[in-house]
């Protein structure tokens, strides 16, 4: 039986975590090709914590969370792909189906998309109401904490890596290496079969990196390059995290003819660049936002095959919401920490 209310966070105002309350709202309804899902698991991400502290997003009373996984509960009109009690992770977010973009694909380009938690009402709560074509099945020997992340701490990864064209033999750096998405990109860099490096500017996180990189520097500043050139480890690929610190060191650390391509939640402002760099060693600069469905369920299997380990600080109970944002903007979490809204 699925109660007709259910606890819920609505980011209705922006500040420091205690903005964040718990309120009883209407659980939603599926409507046409939509279903219920009965939330398992919420990843915090960073994204988060930049919409609730205000500094890129207004609120809307939007229910929080692009990270979701759990059981389909309800089945709207039209859904013919999924089936009551079906465990699910979702894209993070829901697409027309209908532009060039979405059929060819590469449906996080769709102009009309929304996000969850931001768009349209996201995980923070027991039951979201989701896309049928926005959600992946998860296998059986993946857990839920594991399958939440899935799309955005490791497919975000996933998604750079591929854009680059990534594979055996190359090297690959990536920069903001201890936090969700780049200790799992640096995981992902060497299922690939690439020789990998790990950039962070934290001493204490240093030794904790090795066991998923080849090389670990430590920047100063987030200064690195002259590192890289002095121990001859010039990446082929860069996923650089950090850009709006590091862009200038990874577009003088990647080797000639390479690759730099910028992900994550960056902030707001410029960067200074110097075109004359990309003419005369060939770099090329890319852009990088999410991944796709496909793209998900290719790491989910990635997941089931333990070719890739999830690395998640701490689950908690929704009502710790609180405690979960303080962790992610103190820093001091190392991988994603989860909300388990049945907990």
């Keep these: 039986m699925i109660s007709e209310t259910m606890q819920a966070y609505r980011l209705r105002n922006t500040g420091p975590s205690d903005v964040l309350k718990l309120e009883t709202v209407p659980t939603p309804i599926p409507g046409p090709c939509q279903v219920l899902v009965k939330v398992a698991a919420s990843g915090v991400c960073g994204q988060d914590v930049m919409h609730r502290s205000g500094s890129v997003y207004k609120p809307n009373g939007r229910i929080l969370g692009h990270e979701i996984a759990g059981t389909v509960a309800a089945i709207g ?4 792909t999924l089936s009551l009690g ?3 992770a979702s894209t ?12 060819g694909g590469n449906e996080v380009l769709c102009a009309d998309g929304k996000l969850l938690g931001e768009g349209l009402d996201g995980g923070y709560a027991q039951y979201a109401v989701i896309d049928e074509l926005g959600l992946a099945r998860v296998p ?12 955005c701490a490791i497919g975000t990864g996933y998604h750079a890596l591929r854009l680059a064209g990534v594979s055996a ?11 969700g998405v780049g200790i799992h990109a640096l995981q992902l860099a060497r299922s690939m079969g690439a020789e990998v490096i790990a950039v ?14 080849d090389h670990v520097v430590l920047a100063s500043r987030g ?3 002259h ?7 010039q990446p082929t690929v860069i996923i650089d995290l950090t850009a709006h610190f590091t862009l200038g060191n990874s577009l003088r650390a990647v080797a000639r003819g390479g690759t730099v391509v910028i992900v994550g939640n960056l902030r707001n402002g410029t960067v200074e660049i110097l075109p004359g760099a990309f003419i005369m060693r060939e770099i090329r600069l890319i852009g990088s936002k999410a991944c796709t469905r496909s793209e998900l369920q290719d790491v989910l299997q990635l997941l089931s095959r333990g070719l890739v380990h999830p690395k998640i600080q701490a689950a908690v109970p929704l009502a710790q919401a609180a405690k979960a944002h303080d962790m992610v903007e103190s820093g001091t979490a190392e991988g994603r920490v989860v909300l388990l809204p049945h907990a």
């Design 227 to 233: 590192q890289v050139r002095a121990r001859n480890i």
């Design 140 to 151: 059986d020997d993946v857990d839920d904490e594991a399958a939440a992340i899935a799309a």
């Design 200 to 213: 962070t500017s934290n001493a204490r996180k240093r030794e904790r990196l090795e066991p998923y990189a």
């Design 223 to 225: 200064k690195f390059d």
């Design 169 to 179: 033999g190359q090297r690959v750096l990536v920069t903001g290496a201890s936090g």
């Design 77 to 80: 009109p039209g859904v013919t």
């Design 86 to 88: 079906i465990r699910v």
């Design 92 to 103: 993070q977010r829901q697409s027309c189906h209908r532009c060039r973009e979405c059929l």
